[in-house]
């Protein structure tokens, strides 16, 4: 299969249990939630998404013809400036909705070349096998058939979501995350409100976006 991919580029996961550790992010193209234009967001079914995932012209974006050759590029991000073997290669497969694309070629191909893979999904496709860190961000009024994983990553605060129901899936770990882009100052607050009220969540923050790197 082919893949169509927005960016790809060596960064530190920003978001969190694994934040702070070196990681090469594969961002692919599309989304089952959102078009990913502005003139559909107050229409979509996620509205409040912080990304540009259209089309393959970002940077380390482009088509790729099979498996070898996305895993072939992801390990020279990896290998970027390094001199020396270092610990293990990490990819956080992202997008866009990357359950869309991401199949048992691309796991099979990245895990060849070294690489301990972590994906950022919403939840409503099944993540394949193989995959060694889940991250399920679920968006209220969607239907979430991936309720196992890491980590639960609730984007804070969403109206109509049912938390009980959360807290009965299948997750190591549960975050809040502040919404971005809606006013940060006052979503910051509703996460700490949350956390201080729920002490089987914690916080998770877009460190990136305070530190200034992708
Ligand atoms: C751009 S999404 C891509 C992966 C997948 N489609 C998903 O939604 O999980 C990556 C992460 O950013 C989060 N995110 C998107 N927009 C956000 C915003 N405005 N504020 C905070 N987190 C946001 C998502 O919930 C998800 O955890
Ligand atoms: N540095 C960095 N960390 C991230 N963690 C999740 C992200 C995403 O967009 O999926 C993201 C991102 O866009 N950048
Ligand atoms: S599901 Fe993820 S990629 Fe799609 S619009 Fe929402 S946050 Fe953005
Ligand atoms: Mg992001």
Not at 88 to 115: C, M, N, S, W, Y
Not at 143 to 159: C, N, R, S
Request: charged share 25%; hydrophobic share 45%; with cysteine.
């Amino acid at each position: 299969m082919s893949y169509a991919v927005k960016e790809m580029f060596l960064t530190l996961q920003g978001e969190g249990l694994q934040a702070g550790r070196r990681a090469v992010f594969i961002r692919f193209a599309g989304c089952n939630l959102w078009s990913g234009r502005e003139v559909d967001r107050a229409d979509a079914q996620c509205r409040f998404c912080d990304t540009d995932f259209v089309g393959v012209d970002g940077e380390g974006g482009g088509r790729f013809a099979d498996a070898d050759a996305l895993a072939d590029r992801a390990a020279a991000f990896w290998a970027e400036g390094l001199t020396a073997p270092e610990a293990r290669p990490f990819a956080v497969i992202t997008g866009g909705e990357p359950t869309l694309q991401l199949d048992g070629e691309a796991i099979a191909a990245l895990k060849a070349r070294g690489f301990e893979i972590a994906i950022e999904t919403n939840g409503t496709n099944p993540v394949p096998e193989g995959v060694d860190w889940i991250c399920v961000s679920p968006k209220a009024g969607t239907v979430i058939v991936q309720t196992a994983g890491d980590e639960l990553k609730l984007v804070w605060p969403q109206a109509d979501v049912d938390l009980r129901a959360l807290e009965g899936w299948d997750f190591t770990h549960r975050l809040v995350q502040p919404m971005d882009g809606v006013g940060l100052g006052d979503t910051q607050a509703a996460c700490i409100d949350f956390v201080l009220a729920n002490p089987r969540w914690r916080l998770s923050l877009q460190n990136h976006k305070m530190i200034g790197v992708r």
